[in-house]
């Protein structure tokens, strides 16, 4: 089975900047395929798991959730099976546990936002934002 591993969480100040890293590797990823979606997704404390960011492994696609939008950016290194979360002027309302996920299929007309498409998930990485 493939597998995803985050890292880049931790602490920082409000209107500071994070940048989450997402390895993927394992034989199960069709990373080859310019239409095969990554995504970041956040859980805060107490509330349902929320859409952040996803990308096209084409690098040439990408979605937002209107929180985040102009904020956040997502992009990819293919060469090192990575996508990258940049979060910039961070907010308390950004804290929250961090997952990345690849999706179960490759070939949809644009990045999905729904959860419930991605296979595979990362165990997550927390990033704490203090006011």
């Known amino acids: 089975q493939g597998q995803l591993v985050e890292s880049g969480g931790g602490l920082v100040q409000a209107g500071g900047s994070l940048r989450l890293s997402c390895a993927a590797s394992g034989r199960t990823f069709n990373v080859d395929s310019s239409t095969y979606t990554m995504g970041w997704f956040r859980q805060a404390p107490g509330k349902e798991r929320e859409f952040v960011a996803a990308i096209f492994w084409s690098g040439g696609t990408t979605g937002y959730a209107d929180s985040v939008k102009g904020r956040f950016t997502i992009s990819r290194d293919n060469a090192k099976n990575t996508v990258y979360l940049q979060m910039n002027s961070l907010i308390p309302e950004d804290t929250a546990v961090y997952s990345c996920?690849?999706?179960?299929?490759?070939?949809?007309?644009?990045?999905?936002?729904?959860?419930?498409?991605?296979?595979?998930w990362g165990q997550g990485t927390q990033v704490t934002v203090s006011s």
């Open positions: 996920a690849a999706d179960c299929v490759s070939g949809r007309p644009s990045p999905t936002y729904y959860s419930g498409n991605y296979c595979t």
